[in-house]
């Protein structure tokens, strides 16, 4: 076919310790342009070497990727998987306490464009599959709000009319200007937590019911292992037991390997009194971040931490009171404040940190893992997808998935995130 080829620049905000973060779209401070090549044809699957058959993997990390990995391997491929991780439960850490926000073309010209766009069509299929109800996912708006709560003009008209949750004269007090960031064709949301819960019900589901009987087992793995022959036995715990597989792979978020680092988010969930239908992101008032959810509750966040090599346990992350009464005023005041009564002026029923993983490049790590980095044959990697790791759970599985049952993935083309681009790179270290 007749490929066209133009150059495209995409200009990303950036913000310190805000790498690919939704609210950098309209975030003041700097600009980073990036010059790429964007072509028409469809890009070619990225394949590995030849393949035994594989009937059995071994998922080091029970986050969002992690599940969606052992669900697609159940669903497209009938095979079997054993999730390990350190907690003993899936979802423990960043993706189950995220805010789930889901944007189909945020990522659009950037290396995880296309990622991106086929993870926003496969949650709207796992909802359709699972229910809605059942993991909190439905369509909304989105909107940039620049508010300032000192302001003595209030503003009319147009000012207001993507403010979903300015409905009284007292609410929309602090509210300068708005601008659409998306409709319902564009936004959605998803529950995290209960999204990783029930793609692991569907891939654990026992043989005798028809699934393919995956299982999760509490441990600490430090490595992969192979016999004499070189060939994968499986995955060694910190005991020393070995959990054997045909294929492993490594997702542990910012805990996967040595070149890992995390940014720690704090997070409150505040009750709302009605039902909103509109995530917003906050200029002024420190520029927080607002999730709402359609049980009557908005999730809130802002303020991240700079990167770190992370050294808390998953799920057992600090809580800091002043990161958290921080996200409080600043939601507070930019809704209108409390003596006002504002949306988001309840008491939070909900504090909470996590690290969001992320990599020296800011991209994801997706692919074969070399034994210089740890790995070796049917050994593979996925971690480091930041603020965009719900979003891009389902289409990292399911292009994992496919990569380790088929040598290649169908819908992606994961060659942006190949591992051998940090030579560096050791896993579990």
């Given amino acids: 076919s007749r490929r066209v080829t133009s150059i495209l620049i995409l200009t990303l905000i950036v913000s310190k310790g805000r790498a690919f973060s939704p609210f950098l779209l309209r975030s003041p401070r700097s600009s980073l342009t990036y010059l790429m090549l ?5 890009p070619p699957p990225q394949s590995s070497s030849s393949k035994p058959s594989i009937k059995h993997v071994v998922i080091v990390g ?40 889901l944007a189909l073309d945020w990522n659009d010209y950037s290396p995880v464009g296309r ?31 620049r508010v300032d709560p000192t302001a003595a003009a209030k503003p009319k008209g147009k000012k207001l009319e993507y403010v979903e949750w300015a409905q009284t004269e007292d609410e929309a007090a602090a509210v300068l200007a708005a601008q659409p960031l998306g409709d319902e064709n564009t936004i959605a949301q998803v529950h995290p937590k209960l999204l990783c819960q029930s793609l692991w019900d569907v891939a654990s589901t026992p043989k005798e019911d028809g699934g393919v009987g995956s299982n999760l087992i509490q441990g600490k793995a430090t490595g992969a292992v192979y016999d004499s022959d070189g060939n994968l036995v499986g ?28 940014v720690k988010y704090h997070s ?54 002043e990161a958290v009464q921080r996200i ?72 994992m998935a496919a990569l380790i049952a088929t040598g290649k993935s169908k819908h992606v083309n994961l060659d942006s995130f190949d591992p051998s681009r940090f030579r560096d790179m050791l896993v579990l270290k």
């Fill in 38 to 42: 964007s072509s028409s044809s469809s």
């Fill in 62 to 101: 029970g986050g969002v990727v992690g599940t969606s990995t052992a669900y697609y391997l159940a669903e497209n491929h009938e095979i079997s998987s054993t999730i390990i991780d350190p907690s003993g439960t899936i979802a423990p850490a960043a993706s189950g306490k995220a805010g789930g926000f």
């Fill in 115 to 145: 990622l991106a766009r086929r993870s926003f069509e496969l949650h709207q299929e796992i909802a359709d599959k699972l229910g809605t109800d059942k993991i909190q996912y439905r369509r909304l708006t989105c909107a940039s709000i």
């Fill in 235 to 262: 995955v060694r715990l910190e005991d020393d037991s070995i959990i054997e597989g045909d294929a492993v792979m490594f997702s542990c978020g910012p805990w996967t390997a040595n070149i890992m680092t995390g």
């Fill in 268 to 321: 409150v969930v505040i009750p709302t009194d009605r039902t909103l239908s509109q995530c917003v992101f906050f200029s002024g008032c420190g520029d927080p971040e607002v999730y709402v959810r359609p049980d009557n509750t908005a999730y809130c966040c802002g303020f991240p931490d700079a990167p770190i090599p992370v050294r808390e346990e998953p799920g057992q992350e600090e809580v800091r009171p």
């Fill in 328 to 399: 409080i005023d600043a939601v507070h005041d930019a809704s209108g404040g409390t003596e006002t009564g504002g949306a988001l002026t309840a008491s939070p029923s909900v504090e909470s940190s996590c690290y969001l993983p992320t990599t020296p490049d800011n991209l994801p790590i997706m692919g074969a893992l070399s034994k210089e980095c740890g790995g070796g044959p049917s050994c593979f990697i996925a971690t480091g997808h930041s603020c965009w790791g719900i979003l891009m759970g389902p289409a990292s599985g399911e292009s």
